[in-house]
């Protein structure tokens, strides 16, 4: 989620470093892979500031995804 005065980018910079740093002080899970989930695009009628998410084509698409169904099974 992107907060005021960032960028996309920024913020997925951050996510991104702290995802790598709690994989190098957790070395267990080292094999662990950041997903991107189909609730992103869950988007309602009511929801219409969030209308760009249908067009976008940006970083957050790099992460490999993971429908929410399997979440539930972890």
Wanted: glycine share 4%; net charge positive; charged share 25%.
């Amino acid at each position: 989620m992107v907060t005021k005065g960032t960028t996309k980018k920024k913020e997925l910079a951050v996510l991104n470093n702290d995802f790598n740093q709690f994989k190098k002080e957790n070395p267990q899970y080292k094999g662990l892979i950041l997903y991107r989930t189909n609730a992103y695009y869950d988007i309602y009628a009511w929801m219409f500031w969030k209308w760009y998410r249908y067009f976008e084509n940006g970083p957050i698409l790099e992460y490999p995804y993971l429908e929410a169904k399997n979440l539930k099974q972890h």
